[in-house]
């Protein structure tokens, strides 16, 4: 499978990952829109909303959770954009959502930059 998501997943490829368990995997989006704009993936490959399980959604849901408060604790921002695209939205085939933060007046930081605070 030439899947850039199970690469990174299977180590293949590094990535600034900030979260990790045997369910997914959460890292640092490398071309992001935002200071600490992640990715939550699940490690089992699925293409999108259609052939993933509703337990393993809950489980990002609840991942997601976990993930906005560390956003907010270590970046203090002043919004939150979740998304998560199917079809001809998608970039890379396989399901994963975004946490997009959102700030007043904030330069885009350097992903090491981002990936050293949230890591504290």
Known sequence: ????FCKIIS????SYTIYE???????????PNANGH????????YVNLED??????NYINKISKDMYD????KLGFIG??????????QEVK????????AYKDKDLLPIEKVYEILKK
């Open 1 to 4: 499978m030439d899947c850039i």
């Open 11 to 14: 180590g293949e490829i590094p």
């Open 21 to 31: 368990d045997e369910i997914v995997k959460c890292f640092l989006d490398n071309n």
């Open 38 to 45: 992640l990715l939550i993936v699940p490690k089992k490959h």
């Open 52 to 57: 993933i399980p509703v337990d393993t959604l």
């Open 70 to 73: 560390l956003l907010k604790e």
């Open 80 to 89: 939150l954009r979740v998304v998560q695209n199917n079809g001809i939205f």
């Open 94 to 101: 396989h399901y994963h959502m975004h946490l997009v933060p």
